[in-house]
């Protein structure tokens, strides 16, 4: 059963190869979706504090009646967070927020703020302080493991010249029609794993005519067949969803697409329009 499959990080800690992402689950409703996933098999949990969830996913770790020690729990550190004081006090937050000893992983949720992502400044002596506060976390036993989301090549290596800690994984937006190989494959390089977020495009790959097709080909819903093609390449899938049944199917994944299916999934056009998500700034939008 895939739930039950890890990948090992660099610094030697297990993390579940599928995780519930959390995202767009109200606080009030993260308690009961992060129990359901638990019941349903779900060991890996990723919220971020601009969720605003945290308190919610802590109360449903505490819920799930599953000890802490089986559970590896993500969050992540604010993306407008780029200073040494600011994250120290912000993971010591988290912390709190959640009701947690410690965070199996912490990561910095974005090179740059939301209001400037993809712009020509990269922040990089603020990434280099908020990461120092994470090695620091990681050191004293409050992180089991740290990373970076949404970082760049450029912002991968500002990371790993300063650091003593290495990243342990990098999450970015990935999918079938939008898959940034070069990135991945430069990360993977560094030993770093590449967890994929809205692995089903925010469901926009639900009406793709050609997906849908090998989908019934092999007999699985396209969320299936999406996260499976994300786990082909080596990524971890991180599909969103507070439906115990979406839970289910997601994670019923033990089948192999094809290397000559892979290669045509590889190349379909790429998705531009995210719907209602495209306003958020990781789907091409821009905050005021």
Known sequence: MMLKE?????????IPKIGLGTWMIENDDAAQAVADAVEIGYRHIDTAQAYQNEDGVGEGIRKSGVDREELFITTKLAAEIKSYDEAVSAINQSLKTMG??????????????????AGEDRYFEGNREAWK????????????AIGLSNFQKEDVENIL??????????????????TPFDLVQYTQDQDILVEAYSPIAHGELLKNDQVVQLAEKYG??????????????????LPK????KHMKNNADVDF??????????????????YGEASVMPVFGGKLD
Request: aromatic share 8%; no cysteine; hydrophobic share 40%.
């Open 220 to 237: 699985v819903s396209v969320p299936q067949l999406s996260i499976r093609y994300v786990l082909q390449l080596g990524m971890l899938p």
């Open 133 to 144: 506060a994470l090695e620091e976390a990681y050191e004293a036993g409050k992180l089991r």
């Open 241 to 244: 969803t507070a439906n115990p």
């Open 161 to 178: 010249e300063a650091s003593t800690v290495k990243p342990m994984v990098n999450q970015i937006l990935a999918h079938i029609s939008n």
């Open 6 to 14: 890890t990948y090992r990080l660099a610094n030697g800690v297990e």
């Open 100 to 117: 947690l000893d410690y965070i199996d992983m912490m990561i910095i949720h974005s090179p740059q703020p939301w209001k400037d992502f």
């Open 256 to 273: 192999t697409i094809s290397e000559e299916d892979m290669d045509f999934l590889k190349n379909i056009e790429t998705i531009k329009d």
